[in-house]
Structure formats: structure tokens, C-alpha cells
């Protein structure tokens, strides 16, 4: 006969391991999971990893935020950054600053016709860095540009599936007050030929090789599906 007061063994082992599940259950998520509002196209970032704001963002890559030009392209473009230093900033873009701190840029574009009879692979490649011959020779006549020295590592062209095609390409630059950057872009075009979606991936040269791996899944997450309807 059990002694008053002690446990079976089966009851206790069950009881341990719901307490265990329950501890496992409230553990933090591993990555932020992001999506453009229509809910096309979207990836996911390390948790860890901030955004950066994203009234700077928009800064950044426009002269006059409140333009008239600059509200039309608002409308048309949503962009987000992710930073995985403690202090995140847009400057971190190119690596200046953080260079061994890696940086995620997603850009989603609504393409006017005019835009949609000129996309093409390399346009998805000089997306948003120049990576091609004929725009890198164009942007070196640019006085000041920082980006030199540029070194193409890989190139690939894919079709995923729900007619989206695209282009995934590595290459480093060097980068004034950085050192040598790598940069990973991957770009899709949807089947309509309407949206164009990006992910810039950077870090210096030393910390894309450690965390190559890392890198590759946050690129491989970035998905776009056909509308349904």
C-alpha cells in the first residue's frame, strides 16, 4: 500500500513534464515574422534584430520627404530595415558605423506600365545597388560615391513556383569608413508583373562568412504568392 502523501511515479513524471512544456511554451520567439500589407510578399528577421524607424528610413532615400514626388512614391513603394546592433540606424545600411553588425533592408515596389515594359533580370539585380557593368560605370562617374572595388560572387536566376521569377546575387563592395561589405539581394517579380519585391542583406565580408548559413535561411524566407481571387 502507498504511503500517504507519496506521489505515484507515473503521476509525478507527468507532472514534471507538463511544467516543462508550459516552461517551453513561454520561450522567446527565435525570429520576427514581417509582411507587406497586402500580404503577398513576406520573410522573416531575427528576433534579436530591431527595426530601425522608419520616418528615417524614408529619409534616407529621398532628397524632400514632404514633396509632391516624394508622396506619389510613398503610395507606391513600402520599405522596412531590420538592424542587429543595439542602437539601430539606417546609416548602418552600408555598414558604416557596424560593420560586423548585419543589417536587412525589404522593399516592395507597385510598378507604374511604364516600369513594368522595362523590368528585366538586370534591373532586378540593380534593384538597389548598382551590380551590373553598364550601371556600375555609370554610378563611378558619381563624385564622392562611396561604394568601390565591387566583386560579384554569385549569381542565380530562379522561378519558385505561382509564376514569380527572380534573382539572387552576392557581391561585395568597399565601403568609405567600412572596409569591404558584402551584400546579398535577392528580388522577385509576381506573376502579374505589378510588384517587384527586395531583401538586402549586408555585413562586412568576415561576418557574411561566419554566418553565411544565418544569412541564407533570412534570404530563403522572403516569399511572394500569387492574389488570391
Not at 36 to 42: A, K, L, N, R
Not at 152 to 168: A, I, M, N, Q, T
Request: aromatic letters at 10%; a negative charge.
Amino acid at each position: 500500500m502507498r504511503r500517504p502523501g507519496t506521489a505515484p511515479t507515473a503521476v509525478a513524471v507527468a507532472l514534471v513534464t507538463a511544467m516543462t512544456a508550459g516552461l517551453t511554451g513561454c520561450a522567446s520567439p527565435q525570429f520576427t515574422y514581417v509582411r507587406h500589407d497586402s500580404g503577398q510578399t513576406y520573410f522573416k528577421v531575427p528576433a534579436a534584430w530591431r527595426q530601425v524607424d522608419q520616418q528615417a528610413l524614408d529619409g534616407f532615400f529621398e532628397q524632400d520627404p514632404e514633396s509632391a514626388t516624394a508622396q506619389v512614391r510613398r503610395k507606391l513603394v513600402w520599405s522596412v530595415g531590420y538592424d542587429a546592433h543595439a542602437e539601430p540606424s539606417v546609416g548602418h545600411l552600408y555598414g558604416v558605423g557596424t560593420a560586423d553588425e548585419p543589417f536587412v533592408f525589404v522593399r516592395v515596389i507597385t510598378l507604374v506600365p511604364e516600369q513594368r515594359d522595362m523590368i528585366s533580370l538586370n534591373v532586378m539585380r540593380d534593384a538597389i545597388l548598382p551590380v551590373t557593368d553598364a550601371t556600375r560605370e555609370q554610378t563611378a562617374q558619381i563624385p564622392g560615391y562611396p561604394l568601390t572595388g565591387f566583386e560579384l560572387l554569385s549569381d542565380e536566376v530562379f522561378h519558385p513556383g505561382d509564376g514569380v521569377r527572380g534573382v539572387r546575387v552576392r557581391f561585395n563592395y568597399a565601403v568609405e569608413g567600412a572596409g569591404t561589405q558584402t551584400f546579398d539581394l535577392t528580388s522577385y517579380l509576381d506573376a502579374d508583373g505589378e510588384r517587384l519585391s527586395m531583401m538586402l542583406i549586408r555585413c562586412s565580408a568576415a561576418c557574411y562568412r561566419k554566418r553565411a548559413q544565418e544569412f541564407d535561411t533570412i534570404a530563403q524566407s522572403l516569399k511572394v504568392k500569387r492574389p488570391i481571387g
